[in-house]
């Protein structure tokens, strides 16, 4: 599974940029949805967006890094 490409049609407006593979992908998400969201927040709106993908043990794990577009400039 390609997770930044699915992520990418669930944000639309992100740039995602992944490095790793299996148990050890790190992504960084740069989204405007993020805008006004604790980390906490952020995380929990993706790994949502991934829940079949980790109940079906697709995906097994992950390390996010949420930012929004004013907070990389």
Do not use: W, Y
């Amino acid at each position: 599974m390609n997770i930044a490409q699915f992520l990418k049609d669930k944000f639309p407006d992100a740039e995602i940029s992944a490095d790793g593979a299996d148990c050890s992908t790190r992504l960084l998400i740069v989204s405007s949805h993020f805008e006004g969201l604790p980390t906490l927040a952020r995380h929990r709106l993706v790994m949502s967006s991934l829940k079949e993908q980790f109940q079906s043990g697709e995906v097994h794990a992950l390390s996010l890094e949420t930012k929004t577009p004013s907070e990389i400039s």
